[in-house]
């Protein structure tokens, strides 16, 4: 497999392995923030009934948050460590089109969620269009 | 709405930043309190703005509808950031990248036909008890 400038010289094996930290990382920052979320309840509903004040408590005071924003500020840093060995052309479309299948079956297995037909369908869909467009 | 929100915040705000930080000079590590002063830049302001409704957007989302909903759906934002570039900025956008429009568009009108939203056991039980307890009081007022 051919791998652009500077990945050529990082090799194959450690390339794969940078994209994979960032698409993990991201993926467990994601399931996590959503646990989080799902565990807080409809903010909408917690605005109307206690104010912008009480749907920032309600969010600041729930450790799942910290750990999900833990995990996606440790996938943006593995995003950088990956851009200064591999091209952007490559860990860009890489990593954000991976991310959306991964992101679907941790959806799956950790939150319980129905990803039927139609979503993996859009799950693949759009993680082709990501690569094209950003390729 | 919210999903727009999301959609359209952090390309707009990734952009401004992008924007922002190109048009100032080279910031040495040397100079730390130069990156502060950059924050205070119009274009770099509205880019932290922009980004911080983008995360109350999401969060927001996400505390109604499913990850697997949300992460496809806004997705939405690549394309109207290429569309930008080439009706705004006169980008020309290649056969790959019209293709790539083409299938996000059709991912998201996918999973936006469906249901945002898993229904959870716990979510029914309450309506299946509110339920009972209805049909228990039209026998009991069929009784009186």
Redesign the interface.
Same mark, same amino acid.
């Given at each position: 497999m051919t791998i652009p400038f500077p990945a050529a010289q990082t090799g194959f094996w450690a390339a794969t392995g940078m994209i994979a930290a960032v698409v993990l990382c991201s993926t467990a920052g994601e399931v996590l923030t959503a646990a989080a979320m799902k565990s807080v309840g409809d903010l909408d509903e917690i605005r109307a009934r206690s104010g912008l004040k009480g749907a920032i408590r309600a969010v600041l005071t729930c450790p799942l948050f910290f750990a999900g924003v833990s995990f996606l500020a440790l996938a943006f840093f593995s995003l950088l460590f990956a851009l200064n060995h591999l091209n952007l052309s490559l860990v860009a479309p890489a990593s954000a089109s991976l991310t959306l299948v991964t992101n679907a079956i941790a959806g799956k297995i950790f939150l319980k969620e129905n990803v039927d037909r139609r979503r993996w369908t859009a799950a693949v869909l759009v993680c082709i269009g990501v690569y094209l467009l950003a390729h | 709405m919210i999903l727009l929100l999301v959609a359209v915040c952090a390309p707009l705000g990734d952009s401004c930043l992008s924007r922002g930080m190109t048009r100032l000079p080279v910031i040495s590590l040397a100079h730390p309190a130069t990156l502060i002063a950059a924050v205070f830049t119009p274009f770099v302001a509205l880019g932290i703005v922009l980004l911080i409704g983008f995360f109350a957007s999401y &969060?927001?989302a996400?505390?109604?509808a499913? &990850?697997?909903?949300?992460? %496809?759906a806004t997705?939405f934002g690549?394309?109207i950031v290429?569309l930008l570039a080439h009706f705004w900025l006169h980008e020309p956008i290649s056969l790959? $990248?019209w293709?790539?429009? /083409?299938?996000?568009? &059709?991912?998201?009108g996918? /999973?936006a036909?469906? %249901?945002s939203l898993?229904? $959870?056991p716990a979510a029914q039980a309450p309506a299946l008890a509110e339920a009972t307890e209805a049909a228990v009081e039209i026998k009991q007022e069929q009784a009186l």
């Open positions: - | &969060l927001t996400l505390s109604w499913d &990850l697997t909903y949300v992460l %496809p997705a690549n394309v290429a790959e $990248r293709a790539g429009i /083409v299938l996000i568009t &059709l991912g998201v996918f /999973v036909q469906g %249901p898993t229904e $959870r």
